[in-house]
């Protein structure tokens, strides 16, 4: 599947992680020229902006990968290391702003490596790499959102070639994060369950206006407070008493059913935006698709008082101790969240 546009809808795997995100610790580790902008600009996850008139000592300031025009033949390319292994289901080979310079065509492979290889080994004939986007067609300035070919394995690296050369903006590599959890296990403590690094995924919320539901459970706190879940100003609230009865929600499904024993509601950056207060609800569902019914809920924290730009870390609080596969929370009435930790013992 080929979604090539500068506005339209993306596809269904593009509300997955981005794997090869640097927030997931993603790393443009080599590349065969990068003479007119540097690799690691793939991997920013920042969309990617236009400053006329910047101009380096090389040439034109631009925000992402280039390499220099080829006189020769062969073509450019660039590895990068996946923040967190995982089933690769699509990408977005993002073209903003080359227009004249972007590309002819590229093609990605994938390859699931154990150790730690430096960037010379990368670059060698050792690595058997696996096709995963066969050679497809690039526009300039444009968004291309392409489907991973299936093949279903669990990759850690990832080779986008270019042909011959040309400018690409961002490689966003989306997944199913898949931790090795029997070394997650053996540190013998808890673990957040809803990290987006062990395989949690924020899977709906009713709001998203000022900021997406994903940042919630990425690595790290918050850089600023765009870099959280934050909902619009609720109106016309209905109200019991002092405190609203409205509420913005959102689902986590965690990286493994487990006990959670320990929550953190981290508010950081939000100051005059913080939610009132929050509830946490959690239950298990095994392995079933989509957002859990109403009715399979149980309360893990009651609903609690919120202050602003504060870690509210909750244990004695916690009122469920059964294994659970989903947690949602719920923020009153609406507002901003930066991070939530649900650490806990996995089953």
């Given at each position: 599947m080929l979604n090539t546009s500068a506005t339209g809808a993306a596809p269904e795997f593009a509300q997955l992680i981005d794997l090869a995100s640097?927030?997931?610790?993603?790393?443009?580790?080599?590349?065969?020229?990068?003479?007119?902008?540097?690799?690691?600009?793939l991997v920013k996850p920042e969309v990617p902006v236009f400053i006329a008139g910047k101009f380096t000592?090389?040439?034109?300031?631009?925000?992402?990968?280039?390499?220099?025009?080829?006189?020769?033949?062969?073509?450019?390319?660039?590895?990068?290391?996946?923040?967190?292994?995982g089933i690769i289901r699509g990408f977005n080979v993002d073209t903003a702003h080359f227009n004249g310079n972007q590309p002819e065509h590229c093609t990605i492979e994938a390859a699931e490596l154990v150790d730690e290889p430096d960037a010379k080994a990368l670059a060698g004939s050792g690595v058997s790499w696996t096709t995963v986007l066969d050679r497809t067609r690039l526009e300039p300035s444009r968004e291309h959102f392409v489907a991973a070919d299936g093949h279903g394995r669990r990759c850690t690296h990832v080779r986008l070639s270019?042909?011959?050369?040309?400018?690409?903006?961002?490689?966003?590599?989306?997944?199913?994060?898949?931790?090795?959890?029997?070394?997650?296990r053996s540190f013998d403590k808890l673990i957040d369950l809803a990290g987006a690094v062990?395989?949690?995924?924020?899977?709906?919320?009713?709001?998203?206006h000022f900021g997406s539901r994903h940042n919630l459970i990425m690595p790290g706190r918050a850089a600023n407070m765009g870099d959280g879940w934050e909902t619009r100003r609720k109106r016309g609230l209905t109200w019991a008493g002092m405190q609203p009865v409205e509420y913005d929600w959102c689902v986590v499904r965690l990286g493994r059913q487990g006990t959670i024993r320990a929550v953190e509601?981290?508010?950081?950056?939000?100051?005059?935006?913080?939610?009132?207060?929050?509830?946490?609800?959690?239950?298990?569902?095994?392995g079933a698709a989509g957002v859990?019914?109403?009715?399979?809920?149980?309360?893990?924290?009651?609903?609690?008082?919120?202050?602003?730009?504060?870690?509210?870390?909750?244990?004695?609080?916690?009122m469920c101790a059964e294994p659970s596969t989903h947690a949602?929370?719920?923020?009153?009435?609406?507002?901003?969240?930066?991070?939530?930790r649900l650490h806990g013992v996995p089953t």
């Amino acid at each position: 599947m080929l979604n090539t546009s500068a506005t339209g809808a993306a596809p269904e795997f593009a509300q997955l992680i981005d794997l090869a995100s640097s927030r997931m610790g993603g790393q443009a580790v080599v590349a065969s020229d990068d003479f007119f902008a540097e690799k690691e600009n793939l991997v920013k996850p920042e969309v990617p902006v236009f400053i006329a008139g910047k101009f380096t000592e090389r040439g034109k300031w631009m925000d992402g990968w280039e390499s220099r025009r080829k006189r020769e033949p062969g073509n450019d390319w660039c590895i990068v290391k996946l923040g967190a292994p995982g089933i690769i289901r699509g990408f977005n080979v993002d073209t903003a702003h080359f227009n004249g310079n972007q590309p002819e065509h590229c093609t990605i492979e994938a390859a699931e490596l154990v150790d730690e290889p430096d960037a010379k080994a990368l670059a060698g004939s050792g690595v058997s790499w696996t096709t995963v986007l066969d050679r497809t067609r690039l526009e300039p300035s444009r968004e291309h959102f392409v489907a991973a070919d299936g093949h279903g394995r669990r990759c850690t690296h990832v080779r986008l070639s270019i042909f011959p050369d040309g400018g690409v903006a961002r490689l966003r590599v989306y997944g199913e994060v898949v931790p090795d959890w029997e070394w997650l296990r053996s540190f013998d403590k808890l673990i957040d369950l809803a990290g987006a690094v062990n395989g949690g995924l924020v899977i709906e919320a009713n709001n998203m206006h000022f900021g997406s539901r994903h940042n919630l459970i990425m690595p790290g706190r918050a850089a600023n407070m765009g870099d959280g879940w934050e909902t619009r100003r609720k109106r016309g609230l209905t109200w019991a008493g002092m405190q609203p009865v409205e509420y913005d929600w959102c689902v986590v499904r965690l990286g493994r059913q487990g006990t959670i024993r320990a929550v953190e509601v981290d508010t950081n950056h939000f100051k005059g935006n913080f939610p009132e207060s929050c509830a946490i609800e959690c239950c298990d569902v095994g392995g079933a698709a989509g957002v859990p019914s109403e009715g399979a809920w149980r309360s893990l924290l009651p609903r609690t008082k919120l202050t602003a730009d504060r870690q509210h870390v909750f244990e004695r609080e916690l009122m469920c101790a059964e294994p659970s596969t989903h947690a949602r929370l719920k923020i009153y009435p609406d507002g901003g969240v930066s991070r939530l930790r649900l650490h806990g013992v996995p089953t």
